[in-house]
């Protein structure tokens, strides 16, 4: 079985400031990885995603990740905060022979100015 | 830019009522997903189907929720009845069949029951 762990549940950074999303997980086959992000009453918007190519992925408004296969990880970085990076990211993890993502629990970022 | 549609956004429903909620996916995306999202958690897949045919439902509590997408192309998700626990956000999301790698999201349905 798939999970996802991100490490967190609250990140907060001054505007400016360097962006570190922690996400692990756990996957018996090679996993495609996707980060999402969601404003408040919203449904997910995609950031960005692994699938086997590049281990660093880039992404929109200025994310990126590096899959690390040895860490089972995947972190989201972005060099400069901006005010509307404020929102919940969500890690999510699939199996290429099922299609259907499993989440992580989600992480808040706030951005102070 | 053609996005996934679904209505209503909001519904507030008594406890033991009906509820029903509908999904438009992007025109020519074979699969279509149901998520439920508990706040402050991640959301949680209820059904998948193919086309018309349901690939996975394991997690439908199929006591009171039903799902179907009789023509392969918009969906419904039933809810009867419901339950207090049942409040969340619902989403919908769709995918090509061919690639399948990246799903597109609606706006989602906030379900809220009294």
């Known amino acids: 079985a798939q999970s996802v762990t991100q490490l967190g549940s609250h990140v907060s950074v001054s505007e400016g400031a360097l962006v570190l999303l922690r996400c692990n997980y756990s996957?018996?086959?090679?996993?495609?990885l996707f980060w999402y992000v969601q404003y408040p009453n919203q449904g997910l918007q995609l950031l960005l995603k692994?699938?086997?190519?590049?281990?660093l992925v880039k992404g929109i408004n200025g994310f990126e990740a590096e899959f690390k296969k040895s860490e089972t990880s995947f972190h989201l970085t972005k060099p400069s905060a901006h005010m509307s990076d404020a929102a919940e990211y969500f890690c999510?993890?699939?199996?290429?022979?099922?299609?259907?993502?499993?989440f992580g629990s989600g992480t808040r970022l706030q951005v102070q100015p | 830019e053609a996005e996934v549609a679904q209505s209503p956004r909001y519904k507030i429903t008594e406890k033991s009522q009906a509820v029903a909620f509908w999904c438009d996916p992007i025109?020519?995306?074979?699969?279509l997903y149901w998520y439920r999202q508990i706040l402050g958690q991640g959301p949680e897949l209820l059904v998948q189907?193919?086309?018309?045919?349901?690939?996975?439902d394991s997690q439908l509590p199929k006591d009171r929720f039903s799902a179907e997408r009789l023509k392969g192309v918009d969906s419904t998700l039933k809810i009867q009845p419901a339950e207090l626990g049942d409040s969340a956000m619902y989403l919908c999301?769709?995918?090509?069949?061919?690639?399948?790698?990246?799903?597109?999201f609606g706006p989602g349905t906030r379900l809220t029951v009294t």
């Open positions: 999301a769709s995918s090509l069949e061919t690639t399948g790698v990246e799903q597109y």
């Open positions: 996957s018996s086959v090679p996993p495609y």
């Open positions: 692994y699938t086997s190519a590049a281990t």
């Open positions: 999510a993890v699939s199996d290429p022979g099922r299609r259907a993502l499993t």
């Open positions: 025109s020519g995306h074979a699969t």
């Open positions: 189907f193919q086309d018309e045919s349901v690939v996975d």
